[in-house]
């Protein structure tokens, strides 16, 4: 076993480093408070090749592997997990599927503006109704002549008004089975089609400069060639993108609390109390020890999982695994993190609060940590 | 177009000033194992000059580096910017030089290569800020140098240099083949891309040794050293605070105006 990073893997590491702190840093706290999608730095990683990282060369990507896709997320959620969340949906949620079952022509339309960042992309599952239980959704689309008709209200949907263009891959019901069941198919909508609203941005608890928003779709046409795949795939599409975000949403609780444990390291050794540093008292010091040693367990499990995946193995349960301790170890590390800014880590300004009411998402969204435990339990031996 | 640019890989100079101690004894630097290795920025704004250049009017990009040290990712990271191919100088013999025994293998390793319309060098390296190399290699070649360039444009054999002064800049007109050195009022150099990421990894450097530059070991690194360091300590810097008393801030402000004036500070 080898647990060294490829000289590629460090070079990327450095890049979206040195990015994120020289152009993401400014103005994370200001897009927080003012819930702004921060269009110009998306536009720069688009620039970068970062926003088509892991899609082939032919289509707009960078043709690089899982890792460089964990190590990307973890290090924009060290500075900005909203950030880092728009930059998870867009690849897993909205180029992954089209990269993985789009016809060359689909991925040339639509893949490689999404690889160059000319367009953002979403993917649409939840509604109203319909959460952790996806097969319960309603949102259909029966085929007239050689048009999608679509019908039917998504949720919370990242990324679904960011940027001036983008598109949404929706999980429809596209008829019943031959056993009765529902079909699913995921069909493409391009934002900007007649019958297709996005809400205004949802006001949310955290992640602020991600862009989340509701969707209807009313008569909403689209051509017969929109249809992702092959029809009847869509449920099974589906739980193969969420197990593939499923790593992703763990690579930003890596990084978001890889920042809680350096901003806390570096507090508790300038903050004095009682006539020294916080980081002298073991209580302080037991508290940062923990949270070292979740975040490097979260980080290997999450590469595990990468590593799998990337080499073509199966994944799911490594990847549930991931996406629960690391989405879990990030809401501790915020909340010891702010315990040990005190009153100053409750403050807006102090970035430990904003990690603070970000962490939440991760254990939520892509699958909630019970969903995940179910998910991990069905692959016990 | 041919440019070379000779870069030197540097312990981060931005890491915290504690993390470099003095070793009084052996008259060496302690770097702390936490302190990355980078490359020299000055450089990396050479590098910059010479993809602008690149960017404008095409051409190929070298890039000549001498450490034994050199860890892959970093030295690369000219390549994964959109240079076209790296040269390592390495061999033990090569190593502990001063300014004139780096010329001097630097100079014999762009010999070697030959073909050249301009060198470029930052201003100085941020280790030992010596800035005396690019202008060692521009003597040794019998070429031209500007120092402290902050624009470079090429034209009909030409290049047109802006060169920061004090209070401004200057602007010289040198032939071809030139040397100039790069400093930091050039602007930030570019990111890498992942493309470049990507495609540098497949880029294996080349690696010269003295043999292969045709030196003897007597001339290069710490034999050929004109050179001798007596003695490297961390100046104690003491700070003092004196408080201008004043009824008034106008009162204040003119005293502290003659204050400064006092110190030469104005
Ligand atoms: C910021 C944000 C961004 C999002 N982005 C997107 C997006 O881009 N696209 C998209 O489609 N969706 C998105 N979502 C929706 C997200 O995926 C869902 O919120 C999530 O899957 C949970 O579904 P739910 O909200 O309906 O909760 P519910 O399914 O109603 O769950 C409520 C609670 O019950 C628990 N629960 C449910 N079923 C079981 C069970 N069988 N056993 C035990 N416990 C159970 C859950 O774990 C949870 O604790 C986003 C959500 C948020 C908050």
Known sequence: ?381 | MNMIVCVKQVPDPEAPPASFQVDAASGRMVIAPSVNPVISPFDEQAVEAALRLKDAHGGKITVLSLGKDAVPHVIKKPLAMGADELILLQDDALEGGDSWSTAFALAHAIKKIGQYDLIFCGRQAADWDAGQVGSGIAELLGVPSVTLARKVEVSDGKAVVERVVPDGYEVVEVSLPALITVSNELGEPRYPTLRGIMATKKIEPIVWTAADLGVEASQCGVAGRRTRLLKLFKPVKEGRCQLIQADSPAEAGEKLALKLREAKLL
């Open chain 1, 1 to 381: 076993m080898n647990f060294e990073l490829g000289e590629e893997h460090i070079a990327l590491r450095r890049l979206v480093r040195d990015f994120a702190e020289k152009e993401v840093a400014p103005i994370a706290a200001e897009v927080d408070a003012s819930g702004q999608f921060p269009e110009g730095v998306v536009t720069k990683l688009g620039e970068l090749g970062l926003l088509g990282l892991p899609f082939p060369e032919e289509y707009g990507g960078g043709g690089a592997d899982e890792l460089s896709y964990a190590i990307l997320l973890e290090e924009l959620a060290r500075v900005d997990c909203g950030l880092g969340l728009s930059v998870e949906a867009h690849i897993s949620l909205g180029g992954s599927p089209l990269n993985r079952w789009g016809t060359p022509e689909q991925k040339r339309r639509w893949l490689i503006p999404l690889a160059q960042g000319r367009m953002m992309g979403s993917i649409g599952l939840t509604e109203p109704e319909a959460g952790s239980d996806l097969g319960g959704i309603s949102t259909t689309a029966a085929l007239d002549g050689d048009e999608w008709v679509i019908n039917g209200n998504k949720c919370f949907i990242t990324n679904a008004g960011a940027g001036s263009h983008g598109l949404v891959n929706v999980l429809t019901v596209t008829g019943q089975r031959e056993d009765g069941r529902k079909e699913y198919s995921i069909i493409i909508v391009p934002r900007g089609t007649p019958g297709y609203e996005v809400s205004e941005p949802r006001q949310k608890l955290g992640l602020h400069s991600s862009d989340t928003r509701d969707l209807s779709f009313t008569d909403c046409r689209v051509p017969r060639e929109n249809l992702l795949g092959e029809r009847g795939a869509g449920y099974r599409q589906a739980l193969a993108v969420l197990d593939e975000g499923r790593f992703g949403i763990a690579a930003l609780g890596v990084g978001l609390s890889q920042a809680c444990l350096e901003l806390s390291l570096q507090y508790a050794r300038e903050r004095k109390q009682f006539g020294k540093p916080l980081f002298d008292f073991q209580v302080i010091q037991f508290k940062l020890a923990d949270i070292a040693i979740n975040v490097e367990l979260a980080r290997l499990i999450t590469y595990k999982a990468a590593v799998l995946c990337q080499e073509g193995k199966p994944y799911t349960k490594e990847a549930a695994m991931a996406k629960v301790f690391a989405s879990e170890v990030a809401v501790r590390a915020a909340e010891e993190g702010v315990q040990i800014h005190g009153g100053y880590g409750y403050m807006s300004e102090c970035p430990l609060s904003r990690f603070y009411r970000d962490a939440k998402l991760l254990t939520i969204g892509e699958g909630t940590s019970e969903v995940q435990r179910m998910v991990i339990a069905r692959h016990l031996p």
